[in-house]
């Protein structure tokens, strides 16, 4: 069975920074991507960044761009995120699914697995 656990989430001041986990287990395919999506109140979900692990390729939202950074570590996805804006404020989610190469945002229909989601509240 496939989980994807997030974790990290919390209050922070804007300009602060936090870095989210994304644990990832039961993956049975060696090449997958991972993504991270959020949501807040009223708007449409947002893929925000996404990693391959097969080849290491990273994707940033322009929204996020020169501010968030992906890595990943084994089974983990991370996500730091630095110069929080009280617009950064959202449900985050990661996500996984087969892929050899990234999974674009738009392509979001090729995650399979999602995380439950952890909350980030930035405050001015």
């Known amino acids: 069975e496939v989980q994807l656990v997030e974790s990290g989430g919390g209050l922070v001041q804007a300009g602060g920074s936090l870095r989210l986990s994304c644990a990832v287990s039961?993956?049975?395919?060696?090449?997958?991507?991972i993504g991270w999506f959020r949501q807040a109140p009223g708007k449409e979900r947002e893929g925000v960044s996404c990693?391959?692990?097969?080849?290491?390729r990273t994707y940033y939202a322009d929204s996020v761009k020169g501010r968030f950074t992906i890595s990943s570590d084994n089974a983990m996805v991370y996500l730091l995120m630095n110069s929080l804006k009280p617009e950064d404020t959202a449900v985050y989610y990661c996500?996984?699914?087969?892929?050899?190469?990234?999974?674009?945002?738009?392509?979001?229909?090729?995650?399979?697995?999602w995380g439950q989601g952890t909350q980030v509240t930035v405050s001015s």
């Open positions: 039961g993956f049975t395919f060696d090449e997958y991507a």
């Open positions: 996500a996984a699914g087969p892929a050899w190469g990234l999974i674009l945002p738009d392509e979001v229909g090729r995650y399979d697995y």
């Open positions: 990693i391959s692990k097969s080849d290491g």
